[in-house]
């Protein structure tokens, strides 16, 4: 498994892969899951969720109002093909080509605050006009 070596971008400190229960307690979703942790957690209130078989990071360490943003934009955009107006990976492929971005960077867990706006308000422009009700 390769090492990473992932720092907090709010405190510079190095990022941990720790199990779910260090943030959930035994209210874990899914108690298997890691996620990379900020060494001064739960001081600095930041982590990212890593894959489940390669624990890669699924993107960068995020504090609780860019993880309430990027929640945001993934239910926006899950409303897209939730509503069965185009598949899951089409709806990916529109934001990526939207934002002019390569695959591998079209991946919310790597979003800033702006960037997760641009993805609410694009995903709100294509429901509106798909006549999807708000
Ligand atoms: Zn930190």
Redesign the pocket.
Known sequence: MKKVHLT?P????KALLRPASVIFGDKAPDPSAKYYV????PA?D?YVSAHRRTHMPMGT?ADPALRKKRNQAHQALDRLWRSGLMSRTQAYRLLQLHLGLPPEEAHIAKFSMDRCDQVIAFCRQIAKSAGLAS
């Open positions: 907090c709010k405190c510079h400190s900020c060494a001064r957690y600095c930041c360490l």
